[in-house]
Nanobody, 122 residues
Framework: QVQLVESGGGLVQNGGSLRLSCAAS????????MNWYRQAPENQRELVAT???????NYADSVLGRFTISRDDAKNTVYLQMNNLKPEDTAVYYC????????????????WGQGTQVTVSS
């Protein structure tokens, strides 16, 4: 099992910055990738950024160049640095861990944080 606790959300003005944190505990060894998703009211949950175990990263086109995902292995924490925030970035942001367990036949699992609200004012 993996437990994820998010923090860092809040209200910021257009063009401002926030840094979200996601602290992981449990079966850290099984995590293959960490993701940030977001979901605005009446919208589908969308993938914002991914960091793989290799350190490679992927970003949604809408945030490319503005957001940076990173991790601190010593703290078991993944971050999402959000710069030049826009009102359309307003959403609940969720940390996600993709884990794979190789024992037996092998299986994967998704774990989710509780979500943190990010609101960007015009």
């Amino acid at each position: 099992q993996v437990q994820l606790v998010e923090s860092g959300g809040g209200l910021v003005q257009n063009g401002g910055s926030l840094r979200l944190s996601c602290a992981a505990s449990g079966d850290i060894f099984a995590i293959h990738a960490m993701n940030w998703y977001r979901q605005a009211p009446e919208n589908q949950r969308e993938l914002v950024a991914t960091i793989f175990s290799s350190g490679s990263t992927n970003y949604a086109d809408s945030v490319l160049g503005r957001f940076t995902i990173s991790r601190d292995d010593a703290k078991n924490t993944v971050y999402l640095q959000m710069n030049n925030l826009k009102p359309e970035d307003t959403a609940v942001y969720y940390c996600n861990a993709y884990a794979f367990y190789a024992k037996g036949l092998g299986h994967d699992a998704d774990y989710w944080g509780q979500g943190t609200q990010v609101t960007v004012s015009s």
